[in-house]
Nanobody
Framework: QVQLVESGGGLVQAGGSLRLSCAAS????????ISWYRQAPGKERELVAG???????DYASSAKGRFTISRDNAKNTVYLQMNSAEPEDTAVYYC?????WGQGTQVTVSS
């Protein structure tokens, strides 16, 4: 069965960095794009970044220049490198493949 397992969340100070991982299994990883979403308390879930099966990347305006999405097809894993973190980045971060979501990982940025 399809599984997406996020890890790497935690507490970071404003201006710091964090790397999130999304380990995928149960499907042919190289055939699918993977996206990162986030949901802050009281807000709707929003797209942060996406990477296609051929490695093309796309970012929300809030993530451009600070976050980098990448994939390691040998490890069936997608990463989200978060730099220059801001308190507004505090949210639960989810990875998504079409039709499936991971369970999320909490990121808290302290000011």
């Amino acid at each position: 069965q399809v599984q997406l397992v996020e890890s790497g969340g935690g507490l970071v100070q404003a201006g710091g960095s964090l790397r999130l991982s999304c380990a995928a299994s149960g499907f042919t990883f190289t055939n699918y794009g993977i996206s990162w979403y986030r949901q802050a308390p009281g807000k709707e879930r929003e797209l942060v970044a996406g990477i296609s099966s051929d490695g093309s990347m796309d970012y929300a305006s809030s993530a451009k220049g600070r976050f980098t999405i990448s994939r390691d097809n040998a490890k069936n894993t997608v990463y989200l490198q978060m730099n220059s973190a801001e308190p507004e980045d505090t949210a639960v971060y989810y990875c998504r493949r079409v039709g499936y979501w991971g369970q999320g990982t909490q990121v808290t940025v302290s000011s």
